[in-house]
C-alpha cells in the first residue's frame, strides 16, 4: 500500500517544498487578471522593489521568471557567459553537481572543484587557481550557498575576499535557492554578480517561480555575452521594465499575490529576525541529531547549515526505510539522501514559514521512526535537546511576548 489517508496534517519537512502560510494561500486564492491592465504593473514594481531587499542590494536587477531553481540557474548562465568560458564551479553535493551538469551541457569549460560530500567548497583551491590566473581566463565562479543534499554552506564573503586580493574580475555567480531568506546573504556586500532562489523554498511559495537578481557588472556581461537564450533572456524583460508594464510573457497572477503576502509576512517579521529564527530552528535540530547519538553529515561547524541537516544513519538502516515509514506511519515527509549519501542520510528540512512547535513535532516522529528501525534510541532525547535550547534562547516573535 504506498498511499495511507491520515487524519490531521500532513508534516511537511522536506527541504523544499515547504509550506505555505494561511496567509499566502488566501491571497492566491483569486481570479486570473489581465496582466495589461495597470493593476498588474504597480503590483510588480512594488514586488520587484521588496525583492530587493531579501537579496540585500540595492543595485541589483530582479527578474521574476516563471520556472523553477533549474531554470533560474539557466538564466544567470545564459545571460552572462559565452560557450567555450572558462568557469570555477564546487562540486559537493546533488545539487552543485546537477548545476555543473548544466554548465557542461552548455557548453562552458567547467574547472570542477570537488569536495567530499559533508565539506564545503574548497576555497584554498579558489584562492590558488585565482591566484595562477593573471591572464583572467576564469570567466565566472558559480558557487551554492547552501547544498541542500547535505547541509552545507559555504561561505561567501571569502569568495568575495580571494577575488578582490587577486583583483580578479571573474563574475560571482550564486545559487541561493536553500539560503535566500533564510541564510544570511549580502548580494551588495559579497559582491555577488547574479544571486538566484527559487519560490518553493524559504519564501514559502508554491513552485514556480525563479527569482534572479543581477548587480550592474552582470547586466553588463550580459550585452556582450553569447550563448543562445530565448525565454531567459533578461533584455526582454528590460524592454519592458523601460515601458513600464513590466512583462514579456504572462505571470501567474496567483504567484505575484502570493509573493506579495510571503514578502510582508517577511518584513512584517523583519528580515534579520528570520534569518534568526531560522539559526536557532538549525541550532535545535542539531543538538536534537547530537542527542540522539547521530552524526551531522555537515563535517564542520563552519558548514552547519540552518535550513537542512543531513542525518547520518548507522550503517545497519537504511536511511530510506526511514523517510519511507516517516511518511506512511506518521504523516511526516523527511528529505531521502540523494546519490551518493542515498541510504546513507536523511535530512530535516527546516526553512521557511515554519515554528518552534512544529519542529518539536517533527523531531518527535523521528524518535518514533528511529525506535521503529532498531535504532536504540530514547524516546524524548532529542525533543528535550531541543526544548530546553528553544525555550532558553530569545525567542522570534518578540510581539508575542
Ligand atoms: C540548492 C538548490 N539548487 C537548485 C535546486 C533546483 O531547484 P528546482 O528543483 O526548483 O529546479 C534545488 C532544489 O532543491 C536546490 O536545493
Redesign the pocket.
Known amino acids: 500500500m504506498d498511499y495511507v489517508y491520515g487524519p490531521g496534517r500532513n508534516h511537511l519537512f522536506v527541504?523544499?517544498p515547504v509550506n505555505i502560510p494561511e496567509q499566502v494561500l488566501r491571497a492566491m486564492n483569486r481570479n486570473n487578471e489581465d496582466y495589461r491592465s495597470p493593476a498588474v504593473p504597480a503590483l510588480t514594481k512594488t514586488l520587484l522593489e521588496d525583492v530587493q531587499k531579501i537579496f540585500k542590494t540595492s543595485s541589483g536587477t530582479p527578474f521574476l521568471i516563471p520556472?523553477?531553481?533549474?531554470?533560474?540557474?539557466e538564466s544567470a548562465l545564459t545571460n552572462t557567459l559565452s560557450p567555450g568560458d572558462r568557469i570555477v564551479s564546487f562540486l559537493i553535493g546533488q545539487?552543485?553537481l546537477?548545476?555543473i551538469d548544466q554548465q557542461q551541457r552548455l557548453n562552458f569549460n567547467v574547472d570542477v572543484v570537488e569536495s567530499e560530500w559533508g565539506q564545503g567548497a574548497n576555497l584554498e583551491i579558489l584562492a590558488s587557481k585565482i591566484a595562477a590566473d593573471k591572464e583572467h581566463t576564469i570567466k565566472a565562479i558559480c558557487i551554492?550557498?547552501?547544498?541542500?543534499?547535505t547541509g552545507v554552506t559555504n561561505n561567501l564573503a571569502t569568495v568575495r575576499k580571494i577575488l578582490d586580493h587577486y583583483q580578479h574580475p571573474a563574475l560571482f555567480l550564486v545559487?541561493g535557492?536553500?539560503?535566500i531568506c533564510a541564510l544570511d546573504f549580502r548580494m551588495d556586500e559579497w559582491g555577488i554578480d547574479v544571486a538566484l532562489t527559487?519560490s518553493?523554498?524559504a519564501l514559502s511559495l508554491p513552485?514556480g517561480m525563479?527569482i534572479v537578481c543581477a548587480s550592474p557588472k552582470a547586466l553588463e556581461a550580459s550585452k556582450t555575452a553569447k550563448s543562445v537564450r530565448v525565454f531567459f533572456d533578461w533584455n526582454d524583460y528590460l524592454k519592458f521594465y523601460k515601458l513600464g508594464t513590466y512583462w514579456p510573457y504572462t505571470p501567474s497572477i496567483q504567484l505575484l499575490y502570493g509573493l506579495k503576502a510571503a514578502l510582508d509576512l517577511i518584513f512584517e517579521e523583519g528580515l534579520d529576525n528570520v534569518i534568526a529564527r531560522h539559526a536557532r530552528l538549525g541550532q535545535a535540530t542539531r543538538l536534537a541529531v547530537e542527542a540522539w547519538g547521530l552524526k551531522n553529515c555537515t563535517q564542520k561547524e563552519e558548514w552547519y547549515s540552518d535550513t537542512v541537516t543531513a542525518v547520518v544513519v548507522p550503517s545497519y538502516i537504511d536511511s530510506s526505510e526511514i523517510v519511507r515509514r516517516a511518511w506512511k506511519r506518521y504523516n511526516l515527509s523527511l528529505g531521502l539522501g540523494l546519490n551518493k549519501v542515498a541510504g546513507k542520510v536523511f535530512r530535516i528540512g527546516h526553512l521557511g514559514h515554519l515554528n518552534e512547535l512544529q519542529l518539536l513535532g517533527c523531531l518527535a516522529g523521528v524518535e518514533m521512526v528511529l525506535k521503529d528501525v532498531g535504532y536504540p534510541v530514547k524516546l524524548g532525547s532529542g525533543v528535550a535537546a531541543a526544548s530546553a535550547y528553544l525555550q532558553n534562547s530569545t525567542p522570534f516573535i518578540p510581539s508575542r511576548i
Request: hydrophobic share 30%; net charge negative; no cysteine.
Open positions: 527541504p523544499g520556472t523553477t531553481g533549474t531554470g533560474a540557474w545539487f552543485s546537477l548545476w551554492v550557498h547552501n547544498e541542500t543534499a545559487d535557492v536553500s539560503s527559487g518553493q523554498k513552485t525563479g
